[in-house]
């Protein structure tokens, strides 16, 4: 299994601007400049400058498991959250929604949702998004096929569209807020979120048990249980975000608990304790939000154990700490394959 932090910021992080000039104008800079006075070249280039946008991308992460995915090619990219806007993460990896067989949602704010009607209406207008789905559809238009054959009561079958892993408290909030952008088709008059995709619902079942996902990762396997942690507390209303535990056949476990609010839920101690590696909700903000656990109480309150298992992400800045209390600090584009 491998996993990339496609986005490592927090909710609202944008980017900035820097000075420079494009790839192209530097090449030829070179050649035209490149036995002329030091001051010279620095005149030119400062005539040539730009503003280059440097986005920061909302923390969201891609979990590969070498096992068949749903265009029958490996790997299986399952994406744990959207970010506010995906296409552009995913962009930045040479990655489309047509990459992706997978999604899992851990809470319905907007920076892990936002990205959700992009995959949902590009793989469902996507008419080889998968083999099985060129074959159903026979070069017919999936608006036709579902309103012209009287199939507008079924949805497209579960092969030709996404995963969506999700906890049942998750569902229902993610339907209200897709619902505006997805609840409508052109033509076609029975829509819903499954209609785009194949919604795999993990947790606690109606009848008591807990249902877990185990994915294929060639000789082995890893079983996603979600993980339950409060985010936010109003006086009304409560916000838990159920991140994911992924255990491997070996033993080895890695524990992502996404947005949470104390910096080690009491349900989840020992989780923590067992976990090889943890992904570390920081903030970094000056004034903490109470609803992240911050640099500071990681520095101060969080157990050293623990401390050298974490990747800390989710920050406006990076997080400083003294050398060697945490395993590191993850950056956009980072990849770790495991168990290690």
Known sequence: ????????H???ATGAYEEGISVKQARELVLKM????ENVIHAEIDKLSQRFYTPKWQSNFLIEFDMLGKRGKRPYRLLLDVGGDIRHALKDHGLSSNDIDGVYISHP?????GGMEYIALTTFFNPSYTVVKEKWLNNQFIADKLFLEQEWWKVPPSNT???????RKVLSPLKRALGPGLDTLQSVPDVSLETYFDIQV?????NGQTKMYTFQDGDGSWTLTPIFAMHVISSSEELPSYGIHLQHTSGYRVLMPTDIQSIIPSQLEALYKRANRIYMDCETSPSPSGVHPHISDLINNLDQELQKKC???HYDKEPEFPE????????????????E
């Open 1 to 8: 299994m491998k996993i990339t932090a496609i986005g490592v």
């Open 10 to 12: 927090s909710a609202f």
């Open 34 to 37: 490149a036995h002329s006075p």
């Open 109 to 113: 704010h907007n920076d892990h949702i």
């Open 161 to 167: 569209k996404p995963d969506l892993f999700i906890h």
């Open 202 to 206: 993990l947790g606690k079942q109606g």
């Open 311 to 313: 990747f800390l992400y």
């Open 324 to 339: 060697g209390m945490f395993y590191g600090i993850l950056k956009t584009g980072d990849s770790h394959s495991y168990p």
